[in-house]
Nanobody
């Protein structure tokens, strides 16, 4: 079991930047892939970005590719999501997730540990 705690959300103007962090505990962090998902009001949870256990492989949704960067520091058991050129449609609760395998995937059901989420609001 992995415990995940997100931080770094907030209110930002369109075009601004935020950096989210996800601190993991309970299992060696370099054993599993991790991902970021988001959920807007009244919407389903959607994939944002994922990173392999080693950090060598990353995946992004088309809507954030080129604007967001996922990274991890396994020595600190932390995953980051650097978000730039933010748009109002990026607004939502951002969740960190950890899987049980080393390769990243884009589906919600692949990940069995979730954080409580952090709110990101982008104003126009």
């Amino acid at each position: 079991q992995v415990q995940l705690v997100e931080s770094g959300g907030g209110l930002v103007q369109a075009g601004g930047s935020l950096r989210l962090s996800c601190a993991a505990s309970g299992r060696t962090s370099n054993d599993y892939a991790m991902a970021w998902f988001r959920q807007g009001a009244g919407k389903e949870r959607e994939f944002v970005a994922a990173i392999s256990a080693s950090g060598g492989t990353t995946e992004y949704s088309d809507s954030v590719k080129g604007r967001f960067t996922v990274s991890r520091d396994n020595a600190k058991n932390t995953v980051f999501l650097q978000m730039t050129s933010l748009k109002p449609e990026d607004t939502g609760v951002y969740y960190c997730a950890a899987g049980s395998r080393r390769s990243p995937r884009r589906t919600v059901t692949y990940y069995d540990n979730w954080g409580q989420g952090t709110q990101v609001t982008v104003s126009s």
